[in-house]
């Protein structure tokens, strides 16, 4: 990988991370409550979606408008680790060391919420009841559920969009091959 492919990747996925960071902050600032919302989510990977394709675009632009399809993507994917790191990060310290009781809020959401979809699903109380009981038990912010989180919620779909964009952007070289 180039050197300022590189250094342009790792500079986004700081913007990117500060960003997001900021976004937590302000969530937990106004309403733990957002933190339940998929609306959350949704602007974490719209935020991750749009600083990846910038950095591709940026790339793109500094080898005069050619790329590769590998590099592309891995600027993309650099991106998307480094941001989302950074705001796994923020949010384990946040809940974890700073406010632990919020952590124990947001569960409490959590259940209500997880309730009301299980019961939407014609759920019976005993499976719901068993639900419950083990996200009771649970740390939602422990590092590995932080972790798994991140897999799941965003790098599975992140990646998938980022191969995909990195098809659509793509240029090679003619003098190259």
């Known amino acids: 990988m180039r050197k300022s492919l590189k250094s342009i990747a790792i500079n986004y996925g700081l913007y990117l991370g500060i960003t997001l960071a900021l976004l937590t902050i302000l969530v937990y600032a106004f309403s733990l409550e957002l933190f339940v919302n998929p609306l959350y989510i949704i602007s974490v990977m719209i935020a991750t979606i749009i600083f990846g394709l910038i950095s591709i675009i940026n790339c793109k632009k500094f080898f005069n408008g050619y790329i590769n399809f590998k590099e592309a993507f891995k600027t993309y994917f650099i991106v998307a680790i480094i941001g989302l790191g950074i705001n ?8 974890n060391v700073i406010d ?32 419950i009981g083990k996200i009771k038990n649970e740390n939602l912010y ?11 919620n965003y790098l599975l779909p992140i990646t998938i969009i980022g191969l995909i964009s990195a098809a659509f952007i793509k240029k090679t070289n003619p003098d190259s091959e």
Do not use: D, P, Y
Not at 142 to 149: D, E, G, K, M, V
């Open 100 to 131: 632990t009781e919020a952590s124990e809020t947001i569960k409490e959401k959590t259940i209500e919420k997880f309730i009301e979809m299980l019961k939407g699903m014609n759920t019976s109380e005993q499976e719901i009841s068993n639900t």
């Open 88 to 95: 796994t990060l923020v949010t384990f310290v946040l809940f």
């Open 142 to 152: 422990s590092f590995s559920n932080l972790l798994q989180r991140l897999i799941m």
